[in-house]
């Protein structure tokens, strides 16, 4: 696939997809391939080639210059996910410390300034929260496959790592458990191997993780599962929606023609709380917009035409006709001029304590969230910095290895905790139907977002991984549920006061059922 082409429609001098990506000429080098000349030793190996595994590839070399660095990749070629689509203003932060900050430039990337969020025929807008010079933080939002590609040609830049296309079939371990390598194999003759070794092995190799059960054997449950689709339109023609450096307006763009942009608010995530489950819109680029339909279970329908239908009916509720007129005809046009929903499931798998020797699980290898809040590549962005960070510090002994890797554990923990406790919180508040206390927690929650200030600041920290305090976590859900118990106390159709005082104290109950426990197990390692 050749380097995409894109406007630079109505692009500012500081958002960060503006100007040119400086590894753009690596975009199509190859990766080497399996050889029996491959070096039979590395100072660190990183296997798997995402997001993370590249990010973390890179900076070692930046930081250690004179050592070796393999990086193991079964597929070199684009990656084409439905997920992984949007970076929050933390991931950003942490991709400017790792030398990358020019990362989104030359993929189309569109910016992103916050999230408007709509439930019950009413809407809100969350900006994100201010910079210290007074200009808001961005993400940004793009295509995952191109990405990725710009993250493995700043590898290929340097001389120091060794990109090789080939799968990683076991790790090596000594007498001892402790982790010497990895044994990788000829991508299409898994019987040609050879072993590698490495003082490190980090294993990166994301959600799908073959290697997961070594650290963490335990069963891993879905919690639902996302039906994606693509809409395409033409781009926002004017910046009328904007202002400049400033970010988003509180403007609703109200297309009048299907080939518009059908967005309420251009160039920010979009959150539908009226569906079967939350549905998600941001932009890939300025003519594609990514369609995420939250299905809450373990299992789909078996049946095509039944899923099909299911993701429909969620569509056409969380964007009714009577509000969205455009975007509700473009929806259901998606979804009925859609070959395949494409879906994928949605896990909670909490980090688990580093016990073995000479590896270091990262990324969603390690630690992976509901997708609903986008926080997974920020979380697995900082793991590197925190990284990194350690061991630079360390000076190569054993000891002060286990070291440096407990301080890392310690160090990730409080950010990893808010964002991925964020998630399955959110999750089990927007999905769950059938619950009158939860229904009645997420229009608190949705009441409380509204009253700005701090009331809609902090929350917007939260999601966007910059505020990564437990403790202000805490203090705001149950900010929400004592709203909450308030709304229900007040209610005089629910009963008479006894009963709304019982119906009040299970909802406080039912809260800290949702929030404790993930807390809790984030805690453990």
Known sequence: M??????????????????????????????????????????????????????????????????QILIVEQNWDEPDRI????????GCQALELLGLGRVFSGIGAVPVHGYYIAYGGKQ????????????????????????VMNLRAACKSLSNITCLEASAVELIRDSGESVRG???????????????????????DGISSQFRKVLNPEPVDLISHFCGLVL??????????????????????????????????????????????????????????????DIPGPSLPSDGTQLRALVRDSLSRAAPKHLYPVLHSRLMDAVDGAQRLRCIGSKFIPATANRIPGALWIGDALNVRHPLTGGGMTIGL???VH?????????????????????????????????NTLSVALHALFAA??????????????????????????????????????????????????????MRLGDTNAGFLPMRCFSAARTLWVAACVILPFMWRELRP
Not at 249 to 260: F, G, Y
Request: hydrophobic share 40%; aromatic share 10%; glycine share 6%.
């Open 2 to 67: 050749t380097v995409p082409e894109y406007s630079p429609l109505d692009e500012n001098e500081d958002w960060p997809t503006h100007g040119e990506y400086e590894y753009t000429r690596f975009y199509h080098t190859k990766a080497r391939e399996f050889s029996e000349h491959l070096p039979p030793s590395f100072d660190y190996i990183v296997i798997g080639a995402g997001p993370i595994g590249a990010a973390l590839a890179f900076k070692l070399a930046l930081d250690h210059p004179t050592q």
């Open 83 to 90: 997920v992984g689509e949007l970076m929050q203003p933390a």
């Open 124 to 147: 809100l807008y969350v900006p994100y929260p201010l910079k210290p010079n007074g200009k808001p933080f961005r993400g940004v939002s793009f295509h995952h496959g191109r990405l």
């Open 182 to 204: 990895v044994c990788v194999a000829m991508r299409d003759n898994q019987k040609v191997q050879k072993k590698v070794t490495a003082r490190i092995t980090f294993v990166c």
């Open 232 to 293: 395409e339109h033409e781009p926002v023609a004017t910046a009328d929606y904007f202002t400049g450096p400033a970010g988003a307006t509180h403007l609703r763009a109200d297309p009048l023609t299907q080939k518009e942009n059908p967005l309420p608010m251009p160039h920010n995530g979009h959150v539908l709380l009226d569906g079967v489950g939350p549905v998600l819109l941001y932009q890939m680029s300025e003519r594609e917009t990514r369609i995420l339909a």
């Open 382 to 384: 900082w793991d590197v």
């Open 387 to 419: 990284l990194c960070q350690q061991i630079a510090k360390e000076d190569r002994s054993p000891r002060a290895l286990s070291r440096a890797t407990a301080q890392w554990q310690w160090d990730r923990r409080s950010r990893a905790l808010v964002v």
């Open 433 to 486: 139907a059938d619950s009158p206390d939860m229904c009645l927690l997420r229009e608190a929650c949705f009441n409380y977002l509204s009253r700005g200030s701090f009331y809609t600041m902090h929350p917007s920290g939260f999601l966007s991984g910059l505020f990564p305090s437990p403790l202000l976590l805490l203090f705001h859900f149950f900010s929400v549920a004592l709203l909450a118990v308030a």
